[in-house]
């Protein structure tokens, strides 16, 4: 295992020269969208939230199940987490993706929040609730209680704003509801 670890961490850093960081406009911003995956066991449950900008409305909402086999290994959260966020996430465009994980504040530059953004092209914001160790300097902001990065197609001080504006007690919205959806606490249709 630790040989195939080490191949994917070099692939990391290769993806991580993909990344694309540029500001975003909050005024052409009318959609945002949040996933986030829940676990029982093997079992992945994530959910996907879409709420209007910057008032919050929320628009849809979609849950799924699946099975994940990959393990939970720190810093390799993506290899876990992709299939459970794409399936959740299914053809829907945001024009924002907040994705529960890091996206540049991650020790090889490239957290879950990047390679989602690299795969659908949607330009996305990490968000999470502590910072990883060996993230690099200047790679994060703290917003409230949350822990904001670059993921793909937008800047730190844009994803700042949109999770500024976002925010309530502390987290943003669309986020919170996707955690309390992917956890069961919420109910939602299931589209």
Known sequence: MDEI???IAEVQLRLAKRIVEEP???NVISTVGAVDVSYRGEKARGAFVLCSFPECRLLKVRTIET??????????????????????LGKERPDVLIVEGHGRAHPRGYGLASHIGLITGIPTVGVAKRPLRGAPEGSL?????????VGHLI???SAVAIVKALSRGGYPLPLKLADEL???KRNGREN
């Open 155 to 157: 800047d730190l001080p």
């Open 182 to 184: 992917s956890k069961g």
């Open 24 to 26: 975003v406009d909050p």
């Open 141 to 149: 902001a703290k917003v409230g209680k949350a822990y904001v990065s």
């Open 5 to 7: 670890l080490k191949r």
């Open 67 to 88: 099975t994940v086999k990959f393990p939970y290994v720190p810093t390799f959260f993506f290899l876990r987490e992709t299939k459970p966020v794409l399936m959740a």
